[in-house]
């Protein structure tokens, strides 16, 4: 089990809470996860970077989910933050399906089957 997988599974919360209904302790928790989810974001983005999963899928995908999260910042960075903030807004209309897949994939991971 990795840091990563963890990672997965909190980013994978926060994006699905809309489809958490059907548990409203597990949802609540998300919630109360999602005020820090720019915080959340910048560290998975970050340390997927460093630890060069960005060549894979699982990489990728975790970049869009960090990147959703961190919308509100993107603005910020000098010469290509309106486009990468313009992109998270677009990844942004697949929220659940993306939070979804990033979720399963953290789950499985912490289990060991990938």
């Given amino acids: 089990m990795e ?11 926060i994006l699905c809470v809309s ?4 548990v409203p302790s597990l949802q609540k928790f998300a919630k109360w996860l999602g005020s820090f989810d720019t915080i959340i974001g910048l560290i ?11 060549d894979s899928l699982f990489g990728i995908i975790a970049i869009f989910a960090g ?6 910042i993107l603005p910020a960075i000098p010469a290509v933050g309106k486009h ?7 990844l ?3 929220q659940g399906i993306i ?3 990033v979720l399963i994939v953290g ?3 912490v289990l060991d089957i990938i």
Wanted: glycine share 14%.
């Fill in 107 to 109: 789950i499985l991971g």
């Fill in 19 to 22: 489809f958490l209904d059907a």
């Fill in 3 to 13: 840091i990563i997988h963890i990672l997965s599974i909190v980013a994978g919360l």
């Fill in 92 to 94: 942004g209309g697949f």
């Fill in 67 to 72: 990147l959703i999260m961190i919308v509100g």
């Fill in 99 to 101: 939070g979804l897949i």
């Fill in 44 to 54: 998975l983005i970050i340390y997927v970077i460093y630890i060069g999963l960005w």
């Fill in 84 to 90: 990468l903030e313009k992109f998270a807004k677009w």
